[in-house]
């Protein structure tokens, strides 16, 4: 029942404590300090071998495109280069990282509802493979540019489906900030505006419901909304859809209570609901890119915590504090996110209290579990969060001047350091101190 949650590899080590990739999390805690994040390469290719796998069988070709959000680092790029896949990218800076560390621009997509000037720019530039247009001010950019550069283009709409799923994750539904709304006509009207954008070459469409989608109907319902769309937008402006970009989406275990589906189902939902749409209203087969992100790292990483103070309230709560917290993860206090820790060098012991795992800095609401049973637990103790790979580094903030932690990848029994942790020379290396400035 541990293991779901849990990366491929987990296990124990000889002396009992928990493992993953081979290595004893008990000596990385020592090694590196606290608190740590490991990743498991083995879960992460894992992962990416089974979105390709699930791909190769559809007959108009398709892409793996790894959403960088959920986290990214030169390390996990050279990953996906090695695996082949591509990458989605929502800053400028989430291109250059990727593109520095040798993945192709041309395998990198661009979502994103208010890219600036200069990111457009460098994403041509760049000869990214596919822009992701998501706003009419996105549109008029274009539409100003005179150098003749083109770049093929994938039209975000929100096709009206809410998932279930956390309301502050859900993207695809009317209300959202995302892209044009098939219901209200602005998604023809954007489609038909980009047609006359001499800078793009518009062979799509893309979507993303949104995240931590534990079932597949959602998803089935979505397509066919896209689908009804891209026979309007055939009918009406002879558009032909020639790739559809379905985003990412399919949700993991963060607690042993979490059932997800695999990536095959997913991708099984996936395809036959595409094949089912789009040839029930006689439109050719599209090309399919999917972008999973938190399906793909979420389950390999592991963060490690140590446990320190202990506070006891007679009758109301047992709060024990671990020296991390809403700095390295602020999924609890973000969205309701649910873990389940376990005590590394007991990892399958009986609980024998239920306590309130808080982290270390100075607001109420950072707490990483509430109400969590548990067994004893000592100061010194080290503590695993499953689940944790995703949308947690990538989010990490330096609130109360914390150091972001240090990250290890894991494989065979070999850990390598592919971050070390922040020092406070870190945090200063961007003030400026001393400089006058002149009034003209
Ligand atoms: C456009 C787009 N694609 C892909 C993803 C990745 O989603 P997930 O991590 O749920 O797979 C996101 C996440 O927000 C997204 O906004």
Known sequence: MMGRMLPDTAGRSSAGNLSVGGCDLLELAQRFGTPLYVFDEATIRGRLRAYREGLRRWPAGGDVLYSAKAYLSPAMVAILVEEDCGADVVSGAELEIAVRGGLAAGRIAFPGNNKSAAELDA???AGIGHLVVDSEHELELLAGRTDGARVRALLR????????????????????KFGFGVAGGQAMAALRRALGVAALDVCGLHMHIGSQILELHSHAAAVDALAEFAAAARDELGFETRT????????IAHTAAETPPPVSEFLKVLTESVERSFSARGLRLPALHV??????VGPAGVALYTVGARKHIPGVRTYVSVDGGMADNIRPELYGARYQPLLVRDPEATPVETVTIAGRYCESTD???????????????????????????????????????????????IARLVRRRETVDDLLRCEVTGA?????
Do not use: K, W
Request: glycine share 12%.
């Open 157 to 176: 709409v929100s096709p009206g489906v809410r998932p279930d799923t956390h309301a502050h994750i859900s993207t695809g539904q009317v209300d959202s």
């Open 436 to 440: 006058t400035v002149t009034p003209t």
């Open 244 to 251: 559809v970009s379905a985003g990412g989406g399919l949700g």
């Open 367 to 413: 707490v990483l579990v509430r109400d969590c049973p548990m067994p004893e637990l000592r100061a010194g103790d080290v503590l695993a969060v499953p689940a944790a790979g995703a949308y947690t580094l990538s989010m990490a903030s330096n609130y109360n001047a914390g150091l972001r932690p240090a990250v290890v990848f894991v494989h065979n029994g």
């Open 291 to 296: 972008e999973p992100g938190r399906s793909v």
């Open 123 to 125: 994403a041509l530039a």
